[in-house]
């Protein structure tokens, strides 16, 4: 059980840090806005501030019970945006190079001619979850615990939907095929009666 010491240094800490945000976050946004990418600001935002939460502590100026000069810790909080930052520069560089080198050693896709637009058209008349299931299973290869795990059913659970889904897949094709076999041979017929 924590003393009632320990309980009260957590509660300063805490308050410390309430106030050091109160003084900070705008200033430390709009320095942020004025150097980096819109998308990149409010990331950059959070790890800085959760940088001053750890080191509370060593933050020049910041007092227990009062709210800080904004003179005294500003200037120390907008170095350690300064360098969350340029971690997030980084990141962001060692990103692109990766997709770079990955696109340069992919090599094209061969070109494949099919129609799948009677298993699209299948695929889109099952419910959103057995589509899922489904997808999971031929798509991403998982197997049904894996499935399951996934999507937060039992495994048993999602045997049988995909079982299900299967066979209403199956039913369906056949007949869709059944539906163009017919057309087909009823359209050649027309033709040659001509």
């Known amino acids: 059980?924590?003393?009632?010491?320990?309980?009260?240094?957590?509660?300063?800490?805490?308050?410390?840090?309430?106030?050091?945000?109160?003084?900070?976050?705008?200033?430390?946004?709009?320095?942020?806005?004025?150097?980096?990418?819109?998308?990149?600001?409010?990331?950059?935002?959070?790890e800085t501030m959760l940088v001053l939460w750890r080191r509370i502590d060593h933050v020049p100026g910041l007092r227990n019970g009062s709210l800080p000069d904004r003179?005294?810790?500003?200037?120390?909080?907008?170095?350690?945006?300064?360098?969350?930052?340029?971690?997030?520069?980084?990141?962001?560089?060692?990103?692109?190079?990766?997709?770079e080198r990955l696109m340069s050693v992919q090599q094209p896709p061969?070109?494949?001619?099919?129609?799948?637009?009677?298993?699209h058209t299948v695929l889109d008349a099952l419910g959103e979850l057995d589509r899922e299931v489904i997808r999971l299973w031929a798509w991403e290869e998982l197997?049904?615990?894996?499935?399951?795990?996934?999507?937060?059913?039992?495994?048993?659970?999602?045997?049988?939907r995909l079982h299900r889904a299967k066979k209403k897949i199956a039913e369906q094709l056949r007949s869709a095929r059944k539906n163009a076999e017919l057309a087909g041979h009823k359209m050649s017929e027309g033709r040659s009666g001509q």
């Open 1 to 46: 059980m924590e003393s009632i010491t320990e309980q009260e240094a957590r509660r300063l800490r805490r308050a410390r840090f309430e106030g050091l945000a109160q003084v900070v976050t705008e200033p430390l946004h709009r320095y942020l806005v004025r150097r980096t990418a819109p998308d990149m600001v409010e990331d950059v935002l959070s």
């Open 71 to 99: 003179d005294e810790v500003l200037p120390w909080c907008y170095g350690v945006a300064r360098g969350c930052l340029a971690n997030a520069r980084r990141a962001d560089g060692r990103r692109l190079r990766l997709v």
């Open 110 to 119: 061969v070109p494949v001619v099919t129609d799948h637009g009677d298993l």
């Open 143 to 160: 197997a049904p615990r894996q499935i399951a795990e996934a999507t937060g059913m039992t495994a048993n659970a999602v045997s049988m």
